[in-house]
């Protein structure tokens, strides 16, 4: 009858997350996922995966922290479904799912917890809007990876009790490790087990005390490896300006002040807390509610719920209090694991003030649900798009640098460069040394072909960070542009000596030898960017128009089928690949390929043309015709297609 009802309630766990969270699978790419996901070829292969286990994990993946479980979610993702917002959505929101049943299965095996708080904690959990950025961000999924397999650790750590079978210690461990390389916080897992123990189970025998001994092995080595060996050079405090203005001896204080008032009354949605008023705002207002919470602590009369709860919380935060400076000083995705702690808190709070009454008890539950429910669905409008969500962050605070630096990507994305520019500009006011927004704003400057100050903005953000390789390569863009292809060269040879698997510099510098006609040194530039990551279509395409100028049009076939294999729908590989076959006298094939091209790209005058050009040479001058005539209403100035296209009409009309 019991395991009915525990399935029951387990179903409604999932009804209602699917009832209330099914707006993130509609969702698209927000805020970091543009470079963790979609500017980033290296999730397009499961080849990337040789790159975890050496320091190039920072310079290919473009992260600070060393989290390959999550890297490689969205490698997965990318194999499986293509780069899908509507699949990596739906993977965040099963993710969840699983975890808000996890913590429920946990809470059914503590036999001094109520059956009500259990079912309704893990509810809480479920719903809460603190989850809103966690869910609708794709790049943000390291919580909630870390938080499966925390909590599956957990799991198999009450089988090892309940069962003494040394197979969950292994399972348990495994879970672990897989926990701590999706988010540093799962270091937590010990010290939860091991107080919930001493406090709740120490008069029951533990047989397996070996475990604690094993887990902490296994926390030492992973510190190891990630604050020793896999330590980014580039992990430090440029970015934590705003950490260090609060004193050390405040920085926990605040951050549980603030992780009480959002997770304990969470009656609106705050998104920036970049700023000091939320802060205080925040502060002021977790007193409050911490006041209330010890005034009403002292009456409940099942106090092991409370403790149990107040556990989770604190080891949950222990890892963002800032006690080492973090580059947000708190942001509501580092509240995953603590929001597990609140939501029993505030299911024993309900239960303890309301009438025993049960019926009274589900009302009040009920009420509180659909509360819950409704902020959140409230929230999950700000994640329509970045310029939604930029809106909503200058609506919490005016001197939001990042939200006017999305604004202006927004302009820049549509061609406004002066609106861009403003953007940008205003966004460097705030804050000068921004580095996205210097390297934005000079990415406006060579748009708008003023060298001098784009040239002098790329230096900049070179003196920002030497260690990154995005100036160097801006600075050769800008040298290109404007001709200058010596010093370009000089400028993407810098930044590949930064970083060797800034790809896109290796195809740039590629792209300066064949306007110096170094067909040899460019083909060499693209063969090693293949051996870096075979699946670079550009470089295939590249490597192909080398040869064709080599004049080894067979080898250059084969380039511009292997770019085709990995992206299909490029309209210039199918023009490419068309002219390889052409200069081998393969017109059929010539023929269809500059078909296939015109298909993908209407707009893309060159491959009707030379689809023309291929009719003529196998006689089909009805179809030649048809061709010239697409081909001169996107290109009416080419006179020399105006007078072949009159000699086929008068041949074909004397033929007639």
């Known amino acids: 009858m019991k395991r009915d009802r525990d399935g029951l309630k387990i179903f409604l766990i999932v009804l209602i997350n699917i009832i209330v969270w099914c707006c993130v699978c509609r969702a698209p790419f927000l805020w970091d996922d543009e470079g963790v996901i979609v500017n980033n070829i290296f999730v397009n292969s499961l080849i990337s995966v040789k790159f975890f286990f050496s320091k190039s994990y920072f310079d290919i993946f473009g992260e600070l922290s060393y989290r390959p479980v999550v890297t490689l979610s969205h490698i997965l ?35 001094f917890i109520n059956n009500t708080i259990k079912f ?111 330590r980014s050079a580039d992990e430090s405090l440029r970015s934590v300006d705003f950490t260090l203005r609060y004193p050390l001896a405040f920085r926990p204080t605040i951050i549980f002040l603030s992780a009480a008032r959002v997770c304990l009354v969470p009656f609106n949605v705050i998104l920036d807390y970049h700023n000091k008023s939320t802060l205080k705002l925040l502060f002021i207002q977790g007193l409050i509610v911490i006041s209330v919470l010890v005034a009403f602590y002292i009456f409940i009369k099942n106090k092991k719920s409370f403790l149990f709860a107040l556990i989770i919380i604190l080891f949950g935060l222990l890892p963002v209090m800032n006690i080492y400076p973090l580059e947000n000083f708190f942001a509501n995705r580092y509240m995953y694991l603590p929001a597990m702690g609140f939501s029993i808190i505030l299911a024993i709070c309900v239960t303890s003030v309301c009438p025993k009454k049960k019926n009274i008890q589900r009302v009040v539950f009920l009420l509180i649900v659909i509360l819950m429910s409704i902020v959140t669905q409230r929230g ?34 549509k061609g406004n460069l002066g609106l861009a520019q403003d953007y940008f500009r205003q966004a460097l006011d705030i804050n000068a040394n921004y580095y996205e927004a210097v390297y934005n704003l000079a990415l406006v400057y060579n748009e708008k072909k003023e060298n001098e100050k784009a040239f002098e903005t790329a230096s900049f953000l070179v003196e920002l960070n030497r260690g990154c390789s995005h100036g160097y390569r801006l600075l050769g863009d800008i040298l290109y542009s404007s001709g200058l292809l010596d010093e370009s060269e000089d400028y993407y040879k810098e930044a590949l000596k930064v970083n060797r698997y800034d790809i896109q510099a290796g195809n740039n510098l590629g792209i300066v030898y ?53 992206e299909p729908g490029n309209a210039k590989t199918w023009y490419n690949l068309g002219n390889a076959y052409y200069y081998q006298k393969k017109y059929a094939n010539a023929e269809k390929c500059y078909s296939e091209s015109s298909n993908i790209d209407k707009f ?53």
């Open 77 to 111: 993702d990318t194999v499986i479904f293509g780069k899908n917002p509507v699949a990596d959505h739906c993977i965040n929101l099963l993710i969840h799912i699983c975890n808000c049943v996890l913590l429920f299965l946990i809470l059914n095996k503590f036999k």
């Open 120 to 230: 309704f904690a893990a509810v809480f959990f479920s719903i809460h809007p603190v989850h809103l950025e966690t869910l609708f961000v794709v790049g943000y999924r390291d919580d909630l990876l870390m938080g499966l397999f925390l909590l599956s650790a957990c799991y198999s750590y009450i089988l090892l009790r309940e069962t003494r079978k040394k197979r969950y210690a292994v399972l348990s461990g495994i879970f672990f490790v897989l926990s701590v390389f999706s988010k540093e916080t799962g270091i937590v897992f010990l010290p939860i087990i091991f107080f919930s123990h001493w406090l709740f189970f120490k008069n029951k025998v533990f047989k397996y005390k070996w475990f604690y001994f094993f887990i902490l092995l296994l926390s030492c080595i992973f510190l190891l490896i990630r604050f020793v060996y896999m």
């Open 380 to 413: 999950a409008r700000f994640f329509k798009s970045d310029l939604v969500f930029a809106h909503k962050l200058l609506s919490d605070s005016r001197s939001n640098y990042k939200a006017l630096n999305y604004f202006g990507t927004g302009e820049l994305d």
């Open 514 to 566: 064949e306007a110096q006609k170094k067909f040899d040194k460019a083909a060499d530039i693209y063969v090693a960017l293949l051996s870096i990551y075979p699946k670079f279509d550009l470089a295939w395409s590249n490597l192909g128009n080398v040869n064709i100028k080599r004049k080894d049009y067979g080898f250059a076939e084969r380039c511009f089928l292997s770019a085709l294999k990995i």
């Open 604 to 656: 893309f005058s060159d491959p009707l043309h030379n689809l023309a050009v291929v009719c003529i040479s196998q006689n089909k001058k009805n179809k030649a015709i048809e061709t010239l005539e697409k081909y001169l209403q996107l290109s009416p100035s080419d006179n020399q297609a105006v007078q072949t296209l009159k000699k086929l009409k008068k041949s074909v009309y004397n033929r007639q």
